[in-house]
């Protein structure tokens, strides 16, 4: 079975020949640079202090190489957009070296000046004559948005304040996706999941627009929130903006890459935290589900692409919602959060949604727990959310810096030795 | 030194295949490798040399065929699997960590989970003793010493601790991928006397280099792999260094010399 029928049979609920891995298909399934780099040089893959690339800028994700996805087994390659979140591209790479001392590969336009406290500032387009829209602390391992919010005058509020960063896609942005796909498609033999921007409706990652020079309109994540319940007007003219252009631009997409892909990155938007919901579910029900309807709608009439969503925290009450609105793909099942037991989660779910996820534990068992605990999670998730199908093997969130590489080790030897159907 | 065995081939790969999607990286390889013998791995970029020695790492598996050693057949499903059989691989310039000495990488390596030897690590003493014989092996005579920071070592010399230590730890196959890429002519040279110190130590070793002219030295044999397939193989001297250029360059075998190929 190639990875992509691998992947193809778990999606459709069927018992494919071994659980599915995904690892680097997205930015929410990947592994921060500096623990990509502990991996590849245990394994053998590169010299040592060979740089790793930072292909997602933000949370400092690193490449996962196809020469990793062979090692490992990973059934899944991502293709990315053009652009990063800061608004440069992921180009002319240059070397850069983290808090840490892992050697990495930067894009060209990733111009960081440290200020006084020698935190590192990041500027939008990477233009540093304008003011930083991002931070990492010194001796951290990712930038934190910095928020640039104008204040907000009620009477004068204006949604296309908030709708200038949904564009259509350029034809240079299509023929990079269709270049990427034909390459993943003829070159391996993996699934191909597309992160395709765009249609994460108010994503706060994107909320505070870190690749916008002059951000207008509701940048402040704490407005944004107090506007899901006070502005409700504001926010559906937003999304219904968005998602017109959304719909234009999977149509697009579609024409270029067809059915070469498999699996759409749609929402990234968190509605939990870790003890419930951020929102209820009937505001979920009215200012998101009705757009998550129309683009799954869309998709699931026009191509044979599975649809994706990640929502991190405790989310069980929304989860029949979410299967409502169409989706077939749920990340990252995140299993340490309240009422989130794995269990009832695939009783409950397991024959509507694909899990994605829910693996290991990313918070506490992978960085803090030792070898045996790390093996006996893997293995109990693959044994719970495995049955029957319909699960694809990753973490729970991206694999942070600073895990032991023991821990790293141990999570792809047990995954390995119980991800087969067969016996 | 002991030469037993030495008439059977120590790794013996039947007919490797390996595809990614619709590439076929591999199209059914035979390769062989004899105790003592140094062989030259060569062929154009993308030949498939660096996947032939990633499968016999057990970095990636094959799609197909089989791998034998000292003539039985094993499956290397891991790095690990492969160090423990005693294949080693010495990677070009800088292999150690810059900031720690030179007895601490022999024994703790580059790699966090190796921790061979038979050392306890903190044992200093013990530790500095076996790090000289380490390169005392290795043939390194002048500046390094246990205690030396590898930072300040040359190119040259940290190969040499590399190669001393896998001497050492009884590597049966050593593999060098690209070894004097980043290094200066005398630094070449010394990896020459290594390479031909392990020799010495009935270590077989494959290289793989774009350099023909320093494979063509080096090498007892050289096998040539084009596209995914073994072009050709020719023990030391059967052919000149000109016709070598010819065939990688052509990716053909010329037919003046055809009768001289060794491969069916
Ligand atoms: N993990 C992988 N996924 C997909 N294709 C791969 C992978 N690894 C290698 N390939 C492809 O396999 C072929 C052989 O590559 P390989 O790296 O073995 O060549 P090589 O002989 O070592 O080349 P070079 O001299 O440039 O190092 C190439 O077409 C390469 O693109
Ligand atoms: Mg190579």
Redesign the interface.
Known sequence: MTSRERVNVALEHKVPDKVPLDLGGSTVTGMHVSSVYKLRQALGLDPPRTPVKVIEPYQMLGEIGLDLVEALHVDVAGIFPLKTIFGFKNEGWKEWTLFDGTPVLVPEKFNTIPDENEDILMYPEGDTCVPPSARMPKGGYYFDSIIRQIPIDETNLNPKDNMEEFVLLSDKELKHYKDRSDELYNNTDKAILINFGGLSFGDIANVPAPWLKNPKGIRDIEEWYISLIMRKDYIKEVFEYQCDIGLANLKKLHEVVGDKISIIYISGTDFGMQTGPFLSVETYCELFKPYHKKINEWIHSNTNWYTFIHSCGSIVQIIPEIIDAGFDILNPVQISAAKMDPHTLKESFGDCITFWGGGIDTQKTLPFGNVDEVRKQVKEMVRIFGKGGGFVFNSVHNIQANVPIENLIALYEAFEQSRSYRN | MSNKGNDKPLVKMVDIEK?????QALKGVDFEVYPGEVVGLVGDNGAGKSTLM?IL?G???PSRGDIYFRGEKVLID??KKARDMGIE?V????????SMTVARNVFLA????IKVGPVKLLDMEKMNMETRKVIEHAGIRTGVEPDSIVQYLSGGQRQAVKIGRAIYFKAEVVILDEPTIALSIREKDHVGELVNDLRKHNVAVIYISHDLEEVYELADKITILDVGEKLAEYKRGEVSLEVLYDIIREGRIPPDIKQQNKKE
């Open positions: 595809r990614f999607g619709s590439v990633r790492t970095i990636y598996h891991s790095p691989v990677h070009q310039g800088f292999g150690l960590l810059d580059s790699e966090p989970l």
